[in-house]
């Protein structure tokens, strides 16, 4: 195992880093955004916790971020000459096993990723909370915010488990996917599905129909893809026999 935590290390520390970096950006842009929409809301009516999250379109922020998230994950192990496979010799190590801990350490980079969106997001409600006519929130209006905006919906499901399941098993299979382009790449294969299921995942996270079906059948194929994925990357391939 020592080996196997040799080789994972230095693109561990350089992802943690950039994952820091592009969670803290995608923050920073969703703060902008709320703010500006809030500076500019007009009419009678007071703002809205929930209409200030669609109006500033904050899913779009979450969303570049974590395309950008994905598009770095893809790096450790790209090149497919020399360097990587000289170090899986020198450590005698278990390439197919490696790419799946890869895998599993890109799906908590993604999972780290959601819970800094989650709390930027309660940040700025609190902020707003914090500063709007009592008259107009009470104690129950960020607990009606969650169900009624999408976006802050997929971030704390709260009691809808099926979202949340839908969400760790979205994190694990574009972590899978994510190492199974590269380990395919070093081999002279294409694997391209992380290129769609990033775009799924960055569209499709922040809508929630109210359809418990729509999130459980996600879950599904998102678990049977990350099947897929484990068997790619410990298979035989005709260019290894």
């Not at 590269?182 to 960055?202: D, K, T």
Request: charged residues 10%; hydrophobic residues 55%.
């Amino acid at each position: 195992m020592n080996r196997y935590l040799t080789a994972l290390a230095p693109a561990a520390r350089l992802a943690v880093w950039k994952t820091l970096l592009i969670a803290l950006g995608a923050a920073a842009v969703q703060a902008v955004l709320f703010f500006l929409v809030l500076s500019h809301w007009g009419g009678e009516a007071p703002p809205i916790l929930e209409s200030l999250i669609q109006e500033g379109r904050l899913s779009l922020a979450f969303a570049a971020g974590l395309l950008i998230l994905c598009a770095i994950l893809i790096l450790p192990g790209w090149d497919k000459g020399a360097k990587t496979s000289y170090t899986l010799r020198r450590l005698a190590v278990n390439e197919g096993k490696l790419s799946l801990l890869w895998g599993v350490q890109n799906a908590l980079l993604l999972f780290f990723y959601w819970v800094c969106q989650l709390a930027a997001a309660l940040i700025l409600c609190q902020s707003f909370l914090a500063s709007a006519d009592p008259a107009t929130v009470n104690h129950q209006s960020l607990f009606l915010a969650c169900y009624r905006s999408p976006y802050l919906h997929s971030l704390l499901p709260l009691a809808d488990w099926l979202v949340l399941l839908r969400n760790l098993s979205g994190c694990l299979v574009l972590g899978l996917a994510a190492s199974a382009f590269s380990f395919h790449r070093r081999h002279g294969r294409n694997n391209l599905l992380i290129l769609p299921l990033a775009v799924v995942a960055a569209v499709g996270f922040p809508v929630y129909a109210g359809n418990p079906v729509l999130s459980l059948g996600a879950t599904v194929i998102f678990l049977l893809l990350c099947f897929y994925f484990w068997k790619s990357v410990t298979g035989v391939h005709e260019d290894e026999e």
